[in-house]
């Protein structure tokens, strides 16, 4: 019992003993009469909240016990998704160790020198490249795009001359971006 509770039923013995000698002396008025009934109605009032906050609190602790059920079983769902996840990684890197391929390296780290000649290294310049595709241009397909680009031959006979779709797909991007 808590103190409250100990001290209210004190008082309410207290009071219930002097409304006992009040009332076998028969010099009571109507008045603490009424107000000793009120006195044991609060009491029984009291009684009741007492009996209904037992009732209230084990409904309480069973939600409690219940919520507390669900979080732990959440916590451990959430602790197997995240050691499968951890299971799945540690495979990805057995397996990475035992392929055969060879590991990825930091250059910079493991050899500087090769790392200050790569990033030494100029540029080369796309031009350069256009001029080499330039010459493998066969000069049938050069007179073929010019042909196609006055209109004196469709884009089929330009395929036909080119050797296929792709390769006059080819031509016509490297021509058409060198004229």
Known sequence: MSEWEERLQRQQMAMAKEAQRD???????????????????IRGEVESIKESNGTLFTALQNMLKEIMLKNTEALVQANNQFMHLIMRKIDELEERITSDEPAFTNVLYSDPELFNEISQREEEEPSEAKSESDSEIPQSVVDGYVQYTEKQIKWSDFVKIAGGIKKAGQYKKLLSSSS
């Open 23 to 41: 009332a076998s002396s028969d010099e009571l008025d109507e008045l603490s009469m009424a107000f000793i009934e009120s006195m044991l109605e």
